[in-house]
């Protein structure tokens, strides 16, 4: 297997359809569900101003390392088929995705409960740091706990049976 096999810290964009669509053919029928995440750079800074482009930088090596171990550990947790993490560095304006995660499994709760936990995974460990520029100025802000100082709750995890979707 590949050092950091599943995983990515790169400038360019990742095609989530065309990455779903190598996944489940890989897997020869085992998938039954695949969920896609990308968190795009917002306008809003949580209360700080409006936001214009973010600045991505990372210790890539060890993002690397982290990332993989992430992929690793989800995919053993929730048992799934594939996985896929990308972090993307360099300056992002609004409206432009800042990271991707897909999870690829035999049914659905398992890969929408891996992407809730990879993303607050990878905000509480990996070295990822963001500079936002707004008209006002730039700032430094911290990945781990920028949502949850400000009130925001990671999604909850709902039983498969109680899931509000097909």
Known sequence: MAR???VAVQRDAVDLDALARRVVAK???QVGAVTTFAG???AD???KGKVTSIDYEAFREMALEQLARIRRDAMAKFGLADCRIVH???TLKVGQPSIF???AAGH???TLEATAWIMDEVKRV???WKRERSKDGERWVEGHDHGRRQGHATAPRLPEARLPFG
């Open 108 to 110: 659905r709760a398992p």
């Open 4 to 6: 950091h096999e599943g």
């Open 88 to 90: 993307r560095t360099g």
């Open 126 to 128: 990996v070295p990822v």
């Open 40 to 42: 795009y750079v917002r």
């Open 45 to 47: 800074s949580l209360g």
């Open 101 to 103: 995660v897909l999870c």
């Open 27 to 29: 897997a020869k029928g």
